[in-house]
């Protein structure tokens, strides 16, 4: 049985924008980073939602990053958005906030 902490999904709305639920760990983060490069591949555009990360540690800060490289080596905009408060404090005690593409949902 996978722990509370193991579980990350990410799924696509209608409207096009990426939704990203649950914990980015260092165990969560490499099932859902080939996963997005594979949805991301069909979208001209990315918006990501991150209302719904219950947590993060800066294995979820590097694939945000990870993430941001991949549209930029495909020409394609891409926005984070309603980065939950924790991440951000991350972000910027790294200065990633400075870097990263953050918008308001």
């Known amino acids: ?18 939704i990203l639920k649950g914990a980015l760990n260092f165990q969560t983060v490499p099932m859902v980073w080939q996963q ?16 719904q990360v219950s947590r993060s540690d800066s294995a979820g800060l590097a694939l ?18 309603n980065m939950p408060n924790q991440m951000l404090a991350i972000a910027r005690a790294s200065s990633l906030d400075s870097i990263l593409p953050l918008a308001r949902g």
């Open 1 to 18: 049985m996978k722990k509370q902490d193991d579980i990350i999904n990410l799924s696509r709305r209608e409207d096009g924008c990426f």
């Open 64 to 81: 945000l990053i990870e993430w941001m490289r991949f549209a930029r080596q495909q020409n394609k905009p891409i926005s984070y958005i």
């Open 36 to 51: 997005g490069l594979n949805l991301f591949n069909e979208a001209p555009s990315l918006v990501l939602d991150l209302q």
